[in-house]
């Protein structure tokens, strides 16, 4: 079974409920821990560490303290595929509160925002695939 990398959007809250979002991973994707967390240096306290030692669960992110002087070439390809699988999920939440408008949704009920996110994200997803879509026609064109 592939190992599964789970990015979780949080706002700016404390890091104890970083722990509550990997614990709702499972009634979200049907299986429990994901191997790996791409985290924030916030949520990297010495009680998510212990806690995810104990789930065997893999920090993926900058650790506490002084950074070791050598780093096997393991560990530093390891971190590089993280952190690229994370430059990705932010790219798609920075596009989306620059291009979209995002971060100035307002709401009152609870239902209302996640359903105004949720149709935000669909314009962006019919987007990209009629850009896709459109690449075709413009490709015959310049070939003609």
């Known amino acids: 079974?592939?190992?599964?990398?789970?990015?979780?959007?949080?706002?700016?809250?404390?890091?104890?409920?970083?722990?509550?979002?990997?614990?709702?991973?499972?009634?979200?994707?049907?299986?429990?821990?994901?191997?790996?967390?791409?985290?924030?240096?916030?949520?990297?306290?010495?009680?998510?560490?212990?806690?995810?030692?104990?789930?065997?669960?893999?920090?993926?992110?900058?650790?506490?303290?002084?950074?070791?002087?050598?780093?096997?070439?393991?560990?530093?390809?390891?971190?590089?595929?993280d952190s690229k699988k994370r430059k990705v999920v932010e790219t798609v939440f920075g596009v989306s509160k620059r291009r979209y408008r995002l971060n100035l949704t307002v709401a009152k009920l609870q239902e209302t925002i996640e359903t105004t996110i949720a149709l935000q994200y669909l314009v962006m997803n019919l987007e990209r695939q009629l850009r896709f879509f459109l690449s075709f026609f413009e490709e015959s064109i310049t070939r003609s």
Do not use: W
């Open 1 to 81: 079974m592939p190992i599964k990398l789970a990015f979780f959007r949080i706002g700016k809250t404390k890091g104890r409920t970083y722990i509550q979002t990997v614990d709702n991973y499972e009634s979200f994707r049907g299986y429990y821990c994901p191997a790996v967390v791409g985290t924030n240096a916030i949520y990297l306290n010495r009680e998510n560490i212990r806690l995810y030692k104990e789930k065997n669960i893999r920090l993926s992110g900058l650790h506490l303290g002084r950074q070791p002087k050598f780093v096997h070439a393991f560990e530093k390809r390891l971190a590089i595929k």
